[in-house]
């Protein structure tokens, strides 16, 4: 039986997660400051946070963190009322799965406990877009600053070239570069060879290699003329 454990200031909840949850393998608790060393001296399986009844969130990621650090194994879901994107990217890096508590469907809860014991992730709908948004920006800002490394040590390649060899450098295979970037595997072939010759390389590991080492002398502040190096 899977233990779980559900944590709220609001009393009213207690029929609410008796309606979504066995009165048998749940238990109920009120939030205070020792509801972590509580969890872990317990060992539940699941965690369920009512965050709508919890006002302050900062000492819930801290709380969330610490039974994290001590019981790895634990998984913790949180139950919004509406997922606001801002709050979602500092939680989501802490837990094991957010659900709007309000839009569940019969026996969703159920399933999502079940599915979390082999590490599925769940988000809600309405959260992937945007979710899916900022992983299109972070991916774009990282090439950026590999790109800007490339000019830096007097790489001159063309924007083509440089994004096979972004993914060169991440350990990504032709096929898998092609997939990626919408290209014939064959034109991939013909990018990764002109990388050779252009950088004076042989072999793909000691690209790899090559790659992950650039170093970059970016002007940072171009007002007060400081420099950083980028690793």
Excluded at 75 to 101: A, C, G, R, W
Excluded at 187 to 208: A, D, E, Q, W
């Amino acid at each position: 039986m899977i233990e779980v454990v559900y944590v709220s200031n609001d009393n009213e909840q207690m029929q609410y997660i008796h309606r979504l949850l066995d009165r048998g393998t749940v238990e109920i608790l009120s939030w205070d400051r020792k509801i972590s060393e509580f969890i872990i001296s317990h060992s539940p399986n699941v965690v369920i946070f009512d965050v709508e009844s919890i006002e302050n969130k900062e000492l819930l990621l801290e709380k969330i963190t610490f039974i994290k650090e001590e019981q790895p194994g634990v998984k913790i879901i949180l139950l919004v009322p509406t997922v606001v994107e801002i709050e979602m990217y500092t939680m989501i890096s802490h837990v094991d799965s957010i659900l709007e508590k309000y839009q569940m469907e019969e026996n969703e809860l159920h399933q999502v406990i079940d599915q979390l014991q082999h590490d599925y992730f769940y988000l809600p709908i309405s959260a992937h877009k945007g979710l899916m948004e900022r992983v299109q920006e972070l991916k774009k800002a990282n090439f950026d600053i590999f790109y800007q490394k490339l000019t830096d040590n007097g790489i001159e390649i063309s924007i083509k070239e440089a994004h096979v060899a972004y993914r060169v450098k991440d350990g990504l295979r032709n096929l898998s570069i092609a997939n990626e970037l919408g290209i014939a595997e064959g034109t991939v072939k013909i990018h990764v060879s002109n990388l050779y010759r252009k950088l004076h390389i042989k072999g793909r590991r000691n690209m790899i290699e090559f790659l992950n080492n650039l170093k970059s002398d970016s002007l940072i502040n171009k007002e007060n003329r400081e420099y950083n190096v980028i690793s």
